[in-house]
């Protein structure tokens, strides 16, 4: 059945910043769909509550509380899968983001900093999974963000450090074909605890929501889902692609509200 290619059974998968939101909701669709997950964030009152619906869903998960602003530390989370589970299939690179801050108040450490959350982490992680990806046939899903590939104020370190990501994503795929396949997701405004301000904020609410051609702010299941969609044999023909996953936007749906210069 056509359904059975959505299927990830008896797979290992790692996901970054898993305690909440988009990575959290990706560890339990992952596990719903078959797979056994090593889950990492920073705040181990919140991995155990994933896990915890991990295991409502038949599955394993393993906990690692971790400070994934460290590439090198987020890069033990590969051996940490394959001594936990025996193997690995998949890595989701969803930890990153960056406050925004206006261009004249954006220091080159500010800029580095935002690139060595958002890109320099996945790197090291997907280095040190590549031989056991290898070894299964596995994949790579990195999360990045509409904000790499439309221009806002005050987005300045986060669209580029998720430009980077996205043709990150490209040119890994090129090194790790046939073998491994990596692909992202460019993501909209979803409803995660970064929006609180907005969601809790009917008229911002509403703004977001009527720029949005699709009427509505995305919800953390409409990313995990289309994680599993590319982690499966479904989309078993796609690689080094970035899908747009964001209500059908072409621009931002947020405005700072930052003035000109003068």
């Known amino acids: ?4 290619r959505f299927r990830l059974p008896g797979q290992v998968a790692v996901v970054t910043g898993a305690g909440r939101g988009i990575g959290a909701a990706t560890a339990v669709a992952l596990a719903e769909a078959g797979a056994d997950v090593v889950i990492a964030s920073r705040t181990a009152a919140q991995l155990e509550e994933v896990a915890s619906r991990v295991f409502s869903a038949g599955r ?16 033990t989370l590969a051996a940490v899968a394959v001594e936990e589970f025996g193997r690995l299939d998949l890595v989701v690179n969803n930890v990153g983001g960056t406050y925004p801050r206006p261009l004249t108040e954006t220091t080159p450490e500010f800029l580095e900093e ?24 596995g994949s790579v899903v990195n999360i990045s963000s509409i904000m790499g590939r439309v221009s806002g104020r005050g987005f300045v370190a986060y669209g580029t450090a998720k430009a980077a990501l996205a043709h990150w994503t490209r040119l890994a795929a090129a090194d790790l074909a046939p073998k491994v396949r990596v692909n992202a997701i460019s993501v909209g405004s979803v409803a995660t605890s970064a929006l609180e301000i907005v969601v809790g904020n009917p008229e911002l609410k509403e703004k977001m929501e ?53």
């Open 114 to 137: 935002a690139f060595r959350f958002n890109v320099s982490t996945a790197h090291a992680l997907t280095v040190a999974a590549a031989p056991s990806l290898v070894k299964t046939g």
């Open 210 to 262: 009527s720029a949005t051609p699709l009427r509505r702010i995305g919800e953390a299941e409409d990313i995990a889902a289309t994680v599993v969609f590319l982690a499966s044999r479904a989309g078993g023909y796609i690689t080094g692609k970035i899908l747009e996953v964001d209500g059908g936007l072409q621009s931002p749906n947020l405005d700072l509200g930052l003035p000109d210069l003068s």
């Open 60 to 75: 394993r998960a393993h906990v690692v509380p971790l400070d994934l602003a460290d590439p090198a530390a987020a890069a």
């Open 1 to 4: 059945m056509i359904l059975d």
